[in-house]
């Protein structure tokens, strides 16, 4: 089977012009899905960074998202020795996806980066997503999110309360995961906006709080990442930002 690769590159997003370093994504089909090839470049283009902070365990942490944001995957592509972050990323069928990476140059910001990439059919317009904000079972326990109070270009507060689901009783004995009590991960319904949120230090007796800054009004999905008894759950949930 011939693979034929999908390549493109992206300036780091006006917020981050401070760093004024360059992402170059390539994604090669493979029969279970994408190699992922990732360089982070100097403000020139030419030449690959080596050298980054281990942030939340990780050098770089990457989040695959799409085939109608029923998809989600968190990754951590390993660095080879001319500096590109490489990954294999089983993905469900061929199609348009986005990639959200995350990294910090060793004495530098912290940036996040995203960009679309497809393995077979064209780009288009996305299916908008129905709403979903109800509770959900995982892992035994019910997750529940509260975001009533978001509101698109300021930082309000989002709790997800984690219980038991047959005691209804709270859960109190998160573990660490990836360096966080919880990781909020948002993608808008039209795969052009992404961000990545760590809960606020107060988060106690199965409430984890955060305040996310959703840069626009719409529609978004969120995943809800945790982790108790040495594994990790994830819980996702579609609401509208007014």
């Not at 917020?15 to 994504?25: I, P």
């Not at 390993?78 to 060793?106: H, K, N, S, T």
């Amino acid at each position: 089977m011939r693979m034929l690769a999908a390549a493109v590159a992206c300036a780091l997003a006006p917020s981050l012009a401070q760093a004024a370093n360059v992402l170059d994504l390539r994604a090669t089909p493979t029969l279970a899905g994408a190699r992922l090839r990732i360089a982070v470049k100097q403000p020139d283009g030419a030449a690959n960074l080596r050298r980054f902070a281990a942030v939340h365990e990780h050098p770089m942490h990457l989040f695959v998202v799409g085939d109608g944001l029923e998809f989600f995957a968190h990754e951590h592509p390993v660095q080879q020795a001319d500096g590109v972050f490489m990954v294999d990323v089983r993905l469900p069928r061929p199609g348009p996806y986005m990639a959200i990476v995350e990294f910090q140059p060793e004495g530098g910001a912290p940036q996040m980066v995203h960009q679309a990439f497809t393995t077979g059919s064209a780009f288009g317009r996305a299916a908008r997503p129905a709403l979903d904000p109800e509770p959900k079972a995982a892992d035994g326990m019910r997750v529940s999110l509260d975001a009533a109070g978001l509101k698109a270009g300021e930082r309000r507060l989002v709790t997800v309360r984690i219980e038991d689901a047959a005691t209804s009783v709270p859960v109190a004995d998160l573990e660490p995961y990836l360096g966080a009590s919880a990781h909020f991960i948002a993608v808008s319904a039209d795969m052009t906006e992404a961000l990545h949120e760590h809960p606020q230090p107060d988060g106690r007796g199965g409430a984890v709080s955060f305040r996310p800054l959703v840069p626009r009004a719409g529609v978004f999905k969120v995943w809800v990442q945790f982790q108790r008894g040495g594994r990790a759950t994830t819980a996702a949930f579609v609401i509208e930002v007014p």
